[in-house]
């Protein structure tokens, strides 16, 4: 199956991944673009049947690409001391949030917990503050109508469905509050830059820098372990032809293997043994 190597597949949450690694059937390390990895099996991913998993208070690139333009704006990561500034508790996070006109943006993907979404927006409506969810199609509709929500969002990276989203967002916000400023949302220009800010936000490598060298690493460790089993059959075998009246049952206590690997290991190397007869 060395042909699935290099080969590119869409996960269900809209993320692509290439295989990079196979090591039988049920396991083959694949490689998403934002350099994390994963191990699934042939046929799923084949089949297109696996999901990026993605760790808790994360930001995904759809989000950075946001945060990116909004920062012109006066948008802001906020921290959980700035949350806690706001009254609000039990570890809550806006994903982008600007103080001076009280707007926040979320961006909800795979795996968001409509309750706790249902949960901010109202405590964002009880302290004043117009929250904005953008919505990919993994997520479920939210029961209430305090947000305002883009709803059907693909999850791939720089979809022209969220830049036009943007634009939309972006142009309302600067109608609504009068700001004196013009903000091109072009991803096709930007992604470079936005990428950049991406590793920066989130603190990770580029896939590239540490990736080969631990494969290599990886490998050769392989290697050495089957040089070992290697260089352990070698010796019994010597043990075998050398010592042709042992039982193999003293070769196997002697090596701490079982008996019938011992059998084997002389059958595979061609050491036949004759029984002489009692005279």
């Not at 470079?192 to 920066?200: D, F, R, S, T, V």
């Not at 008996?259 to 007869?277: L, Q």
């Amino acid at each position: 199956m060395s042909e699935i190597i290099g080969l590119k597949k869409q996960s269900k949450d809209g993320f692509i991944a290439e295989c990079v690694q196979h090591y039988n059937y049920n396991k083959n390390l694949i490689r998403f673009e934002d350099g994390t990895t994963k191990y699934v099996s042939t046929y799923r991913f084949q089949n297109s049947d696996f999901f990026k998993a993605k760790t808790s208070f994360s930001h995904s690139m759809n989000e950075i690409a946001c945060f990116y333009y909004l920062q012109q704006l006066g948008f802001l990561i906020p921290t959980y001391n700035d949350m806690y500034c706001l009254g609000f508790s039990n570890r809550m996070l806006f994903d982008m949030y600007n103080p001076r006109y009280r707007i926040a943006i979320e961006y909800d993907g795979f795996g968001h917990n409509n309750k706790r979404d249902c949960k901010k927006n109202k405590l964002c409506k009880e302290k004043g503050i117009n929250i904005i969810r953008l919505r990919e199609k993994s997520c479920e509709k939210l029961e209430d109508d305090i947000s305002l929500n883009y709803n059907e969002l693909p999850a791939s990276w720089f979809s022209p469905q969220l830049e036009s989203t943007l634009k939309i967002i972006i142009n309302n916000i600067i109608e609504e509050y009068n700001i004196p400023i013009i903000i091109s949302v072009d991803f096709s220009t930007d992604k470079g830059k936005i990428k950049e800010l991406y590793y920066k936000i989130t603190n990770k490598d580029k896939p590239t820098k540490y990736y080969y060298k631990r494969e290599r690493d990886r490998r050769d460790k392989k290697v050495l372990n089957k040089s070992k089993k290697q260089y352990k059959k070698d010796i019994i075998a010597y043990q075998i032809l050398r010592n042709p009246n042992i039982k193999y049952r003293d070769i196997a206590s002697k090596f701490q293997v079982s008996e019938s690997t011992v059998r084997k290991i002389a059958k595979d190397y061609g050491i036949k043994r004759y029984k002489t007869k009692n005279k």
